[in-house]
């Protein structure tokens, strides 16, 4: 038998919550505003997607459909090579990073030593500065010790993914002590008191308690990393071009619609990545 | 009710391990896509200035994957060049750049006995002055710089004051510059009267107090894309290469090409091998076929040059041949530039910055 | 907001005074094991923060040369010159355009935040991930689309042209309109950054709104105040942490953002992150370009401590 009662109080809060906009009789021009906005942040998306299929060799004057610059950008192994670059630097960063960044915060939240915290705020400089900086100390730094050498293919990423590791480490340190903050910390000390050394202790207990933290520092650092433009740029060697370096190497030099085409696949392969997850989210 | 095999929990890790593997596996299928064949050469060169036919030829005959990198102007590419081992093997340098390069050691001395197409080349490019015995490089193509302009908007150009002052800035309308600092000083020379090699501080003081005021009317000072900036309409005037806007005027027959009355600056763009190359039969493989003269006639239509390979140039067409644009009607007025030594570089290059910062 | 996780409000130490067996201390357990934890990120940082940092103080001191690219010479004349004409002239224009991005990011999304935060629950998510969902595409390609729409053939003008034209035949006596100019111009270059970091103007506004007391408002409203007034003494103040962070996240990112103004600037915009750049891959200067960055730097943190005692206050 359902009681009643769990209908009146789904009544009540739906009653309440009138909405902070309606109360303030400011909702019309609030949503206004959102729709214009949105319309503005869209507008040149719409735009590339719509302009990777013109059939013209520049510009934005529409001269049919074709799917050549498709074409294009498939047969572009220089694109694809920095694709995969790109790809496999992210997902190296988003692992070591997550590791660091857990070394970090554990770090941070349990050892009181005043010699480590003075790393508090170095932990904060990459975070802090522009990224032309850190890019071109990078850069400097690399050819100080000589790095600076055309290894062949896989190794030559190193210096690539060092640099992104190195930017992203603060973020993932946030993210997951954020979450160790929030830890029940007496679980840990119950473990100690059943015998558990002091690692067992963490990787047991402390870690999968840690787990959302950690994924989500290990996609944020991926998407970072995906993403990042300075950096590479300043990092990147002839081997080791990365996807955003290329593209504005393409940009630059008379930018032809295989950018669009690029740029429209990118957005796909987002949208489903993102979709998927939100799916998946949402079957919890 | 659903029977399921596996609690929620393991079934999400499983799901997010085959992810992750999955995702681990693409990019490497990207990767040996492109890496079917065995070795790759790194060429670093201009944009727009080697077609695909070219590399597709090489790239057939041989074992070895061509990559393209691409700069814009002479002192971007000396300075990723200078750097020392910077993985490219073969590079696309002016003939001041050349000088320049060989001077820093950067450049491998060729082998002459792996080049036999050598002869290929015009007596007036063997043997040059600015690399005697063609000992580091071997001439790609020639050419000069000029003022490209919209025909149905404007009336030609005659002078390099049309583009380089305020007054005549003011007078025609939208202009765009270009970035590398040496060719632009050495036409802002030869409006003053001066040579174009004359790089003295009193001449370059009075080239810059030009080019300082009419620099704000300038809508861009483009990277080696001007003739992208005329065709969008952006500008109806642009300094720029001969060879790019003989690409753009075959597209688009609304523009044309002068070469201002007190002449212009000549070039003369090499290839060459850098030193720190591991693959050097393989670049001096690549030079030679593209002194070949079939691979050299090709070549030189699709991008616009004029070509210094003789073979080649009795092959290409009389279209290419009669083309103002490519092959200019004064040769006489035009002047090399020499490489002036690095002193007088890093006072071009200051002044430049200080036009570029203000 | 995020910057205060790494300060010690609320740490561990001050709940540690509950009891002994509530936080586990380690700093007076095994050293091995300590150190085995903190050794990796305290290497790494060492390696790749650190001595870069020093790298680059070092070599802006060295004078620079042609052959080597810096000759072993200690000098201050790259400092020298940093401050002569017309390089502060270039920091005050890169400080004055990030400030200028910020103010009308700040205004621009604020409004959005209020939006998003104030509107039913379930929406929430949908509008955030609509608003982020541009942002996942890389700025340089974001900005590439913002040339093709702000060109003088480009949408807009195409657009605004269009109508122009079409009111001119209906009214003869009004004029056609020239083609805007949006693009290599500081207008492009404004528009192009606000684009790029307006996500992070959003995000932590949204943030602290949605965390905003709703009675509070309801309050005011009883009592009697209209929107603007409670704008202004309820809804602003307490969303101040929220405008802090996005100011700083938006600020700095902002004076070295050297690929927009190369993409939608004209010879009259420059950024100290292009001149950098200029340094390093054009005119070979390395100590020079170093002493560039070291200045920046120097900025950047005076900007960080300014807002660090801001938020000092806010957070009291």
């Not at chain 2, 597709?56 to 020392?84: C, H, M, N, P, R």
């Not at chain 2, 580091?136 to 002052?165: E, H, Q």
């Not at chain 3, 608003?131 to 590439?144: E, G, Q, V």
């Not at chain 3, 408002?217 to 809804?235: M, P, V």
Request: net charge neutral; proline share 6%.
């Amino acid at each position: 038998m359902v009681s009643p009662v769990p209908l009146k109080q789904a009544a009540a809060p739906r009653a309440r919550a009138k909405g902070v906009a309606s109360q303030l009789q400011i909702t019309p021009y609030l949503n206004w505003w959102l729709w214009i906005c949105l319309a503005a942040l869209y507008l040149p998306i719409i735009i590339m997607v719509v302009f990777s299929f013109n059939d013209s060799k520049r510009g934005v004057v529409w001269r049919g459909f074709s799917l050549r610059h498709y074409e294009a950008a498939w047969k572009n192994h220089d694109l694809l090579d920095a694709f995969g670059n790109s790809l496999i630097v992210a997902s190296g960063t988003a692992l070591i990073s997550t590791a660091l960044g857990l070394c970090a915060a554990l770090t941070l939240e349990r050892i009181r030593i005043r010699s480590i915290s003075v790393y508090r705020p170095v932990l904060l400089i990459p975070l802090v500065i522009p990224e032309v900086c850190l890019g071109v100390a990078l850069l400097v730094f690399f050819h100080m010790i000589g790095w600076h050498r055309s290894w062949p293919w896989p190794l030559a990423l190193c210096q690539v993914l060092a640099a992104h590791v190195t930017f992203s480490l603060p973020f993932c340190t946030l993210l997951i002590r954020a979450r160790l903050r929030q830890l029940n910390s007496e679980l840990e000390v119950a473990a100690r008191d059943l015998g558990a050394t002091q690692l067992r202790a963490i990787w047991d207990v402390t870690v999968p308690l840690l787990k959302p933290a950690l994924l989500a520092s290990i996609l944020m650092a991926f998407t970072l990393s995906l993403d990042d433009f300075v950096v590479s740029f300043f990092t990147a060697t002839p081997e080791a071009q990365l996807l955003p370096v290329r593209v504005f190497s393409m940009i630059r030099f008379g930018a032809t619609p295989q950018v669009n085409a690029v740029s429209t696949i990118l957005l796909l392969i987002t949208v489903v990545s993102i979709l998927f997850a939100a799916l998946a989210y949402q079957r919890k | 009710m659903k029977k399921e095999s596996l609690p929620y929990g393991k079934r999400l890790r499983r799901r997010a391990f085959l992810h992750v593997a999955s995702l681990a596996v693409v990019p490497t299928l990207f990767s040996s896509v492109a890496r079917g064949s065995s070795a790759t050469l790194h060429l670093y060169n201009w944009d727009d200035y080697i077609s695909e036919a070219t590399l597709a030829s090489f790239q057939q005959q041989t074992d070895y994957q061509i990559k393209l990198d691409v700069f814009a102007d002479g002192e971007e590419q000396f300075a990723k060049l200078k750097l020392g081992n910077s993985g490219y093997d073969i590079t696309f340098p002016s003939h001041d750049s050349v000088t320049r390069l060989f001077k820093s050691d950067l450049l491998l001395p060729l082998d002459h006995q792996l080049i036999p197409n050598l002869a290929n080349l015009a007596p007036e490019h063997q043997n040059p002055h600015y690399d005697l015995g063609n000992r580091y490089s071997v001439p790609y193509m020639w050419g000069t710089m000029g003022i490209a302009y919209r025909k149905s908007v404007i009336d030609p150009p005659t002078s390099w004051r049309d583009v380089l002052t305020l007054a005549g800035i003011a007078k025609n309308g939208r202009v765009s510059w270009l970035s590398e600092a040496t060719s632009m000083v050495s036409v802002g020379l030869m409006m003053t009267g001066a040579s174009a090699n004359d790089f003295s501080s009193a001449s370059l003081r009075k080239v810059f107090d030009e080019l300082q005021p009419a620099k704000k009317k300038v809508i861009k000072i483009a990277e080696d894309n001007g003739q992208d900036l005329l065709a969008a309409g952006e500008v109806d005037l642009a300094i720029e290469w001969n060879g790019d806007i003989a690409q753009l005027i075959a597209e688009d027959d609304d523009i044309g090409f002068v070469i201002p009355q007190e002449g212009s600056i000549y070039y003369v763009d090499c290839v060459c091998i850098l030193a720190d190359t591991r693959h050097a039969k393989a670049a001096h493989d690549f030079i030679n076929h593209v002194l070949n003269p079939q691979v050299g006639s090709e070549l030189a239509e699709y991008i616009g040059y004029a070509t210094p390979n003789a073979a080649a140039y009795a092959l290409t067409s009389s279209a290419y041949r009669n083309n103002p644009v490519t092959f200019p009607v004064n040769p006489e007025k035009l002047e090399i530039v020499v490489y002036p030594g690095e002193d007088a570089l890093r006072n071009i290059f200051r002044s430049w910055e200080q036009l570029l910062a203000s | 907001m995020p910057y205060e996780i790494f300060s010690d409000h609320g740490n561990s130490s001050s709940r540690a005074d509950d009891s002994f067996l509530a936080m586990p201390d380690w700093s007076s357990r095994s050293l091995r094991v300590n150190s085995l934890i903190a050794a990796p990120h305290v290497v790494w940082l060492s390696i790749f923060v650190i001595l870069p940092l020093c790298a680059i103080l070092f070599i802006s001191l060295l004078l620079p040369s042609s052959a080597t690219t810096y000759e072993p010479r200690l000098t201050v004349s790259n400092y020298a010159q940093v401050f002569q004409e017309p390089y502060p002239a270039v920091f005050l224009f890169s400080i004055l355009i990030a400030a200028s991005t910020t103010i009308i990011c700040l205004l621009i999304a604020f409004p959005l935040a209020l939006a998003i935060a104030f509107s039913s629950e379930r929406r929430h998510f949908f509008l955030l991930l609509a608003i982020c969902m541009p942002f996942w595409i890389s700025t340089l390609i974001r900005m590439y689309s913002l040339q093709e729409i702000l060109g003088r053939q480009g949408v807009i003008n195409k657009v605004v042209l269009g109508l122009s034209e079409f009111v001119s035949s209906m009214i003869p006596m009004l004029p056609v309109l020239d083609p805007l100019e949006l693009i290599y111009n500081r207008i492009g270059v404004l528009i192009g950054l606000v684009y790029a970091f307006i996500p992070f103007a959003i995000l932590p506004m949204y943030a602290s709104l949605v965390r905003l007391d709703r009675k509070l408002i309801e309050a005011s409203r009883d009592l009697g105040a209209t929107f603007f007034t409670t704008a202004r003494k309820i809804i602003l103040p307490l969303a101040l942490p929220g405008i802090s962070a996005a100011a700083t996240l938006i600020f700095i990112p902002a004076i070295g953002a050297f690929y927009v103004v190369d993409m939608l600037g004209g010879p009259e915009e420059l950024l100290i992150g292009n001149l950098v750049q200029l340094q390093f891959h054009e005119f070979n200067n390395w100590p020079f370009g170093a002493a560039l960055s070291v200045s920046m730097l120097i900025c950047t943190l005076l900007v960080w401590s300014v807002t660090a005692r801001l938020r000092a206050k806010i957070y009291g």
